[in-house]
Nanobody, 121 residues
């Protein structure tokens, strides 16, 4: 049973940075970050292949967010810079039983409980 645990959320001012971490990942699974803002559906943020060689980002975060993984430590991080109020959401990490990354939510098999990110203006 894969049990993902997110950490690193919090309150930050616009323009600031946060680093989210997802623990207890598996080196042979692709990983993704998704987010859900109040009153909205959950949306894709970033994904990384099992090796870390391939990454993809939503257009809304490209150039500001960076996904990375450390398979030796079984962690996947999301570095978020230049945060905007519209980045406010609950952020979820997810694992896919495949080495290939995906931007499709239904491709993921395991989900963490989520961590709140709030960006004030």
């Amino acid at each position: 049973q894969v049990q993902l645990v997110e950490s690193g959320g919090g309150l930050v001012q616009a323009g600031g940075s946060l680093r989210l971490s997802c623990a207890r990942t598996y080196s042979f699974y692709a990983m993704g970050w998704f987010r859900q803002a109040p009153g909205k559906e959950r949306e894709f943020v970033a994904t990384i292949s099992s090796s870390g060689a391939n990454t993809y980002y939503a257009d809304s975060v490209k150039g500001r967010f960076t996904i990375s993984r450390d398979n030796a430590k079984s962690t996947v991080d999301l570095q978020m810079n230049s945060l905007k109020p519209e980045d406010t959401a609950v952020y979820y990490c997810a694992a896919r039983r495949s080495s290939r990354s995906s931007i499709v939510e239904s491709d993921y098999n395991y989900w963490g409980q989520g961590t709140q990110v709030t960006v004030s203006s």
